[in-house]
């Protein structure tokens, strides 16, 4: 009821018909259940002493976990500030071809004010068709292809979009200005 997932429970209880063990183990966060004729003070002991382990690999765990997530934010933030850095339009699809990443030229060239929305769409909803067919002939090609978007001729360079092209696989891709006018 409080919500402490750590805390270990001991259940000794004088009449086990009334709570029996298996529904009470498995209804409820228990840890230990134990009836009052089978408890001598060894067993107890043994008891207590096994739920202070498990505390404290618990509590450890979460402290690791904590660390982890802390030290994955950090990259993750220090990333997105160094892509967001670079001058030209960069963008990160998943499996499914869904917008995982962008950084904030790629945002100026959808016309889109937050990245955020961005998020979680696919190339067709930003795109017209001609563009997306431009990114996924791009996509098949080994080097950098030429690409126009909005009157603007860029190369892409992408990685890990594999053999299928743009919808295949996840990938990361960048859009270089060519200085050239579509």
Do not use: W
Not at 108 to 128: M, R, V
Not at 139 to 159: H, T
């Amino acid at each position: 009821e409080r919500g402490n997932l750590d805390t270990r429970i001991i259940l000794r209880t004088g009449q086990p018909g009334q709570a029996p063990e298996g529904q009470v183990v498995l209804a409820y966060d228990i840890n230990d259940y134990k009836s009052k004729a089978d408890l001598t003070a060894d067993r107890l002991f043994a008891s207590v002493v096994t739920a202070l382990r498990g505390y404290h690999e618990i509590e450890e765990n979460t402290r690791l976990r904590g660390e982890l997530l802390q030290q994955l934010s950090s990259q993750s933030m220090a990333e997105k500030e160094l892509v967001d850095m670079l001058p030209f339009p960069v963008f990160q699809i998943d499996q499914s071809g869904q917008f995982i990443a962008v950084n904030d030229a790629f945002v100026a060239l959808t016309g889109i004010e937050i990245a955020e929305t961005i998020i979680g769409q696919f190339f067709d909803d930003l795109f017209d068709e001609d563009v997306r067919l431009a990114l996924v002939a791009a996509s098949d090609q080994r080097a950098a292809s030429p690409v126009i978007i909005k009157e603007k001729k860029y190369l892409m360079l992408s990685r890990g979009f594999g053999s299928g092209g743009l919808m295949t696989g996840g990938a990361v891709a960048c859009l270089v200005p060519s200085g050239q006018q579509g």
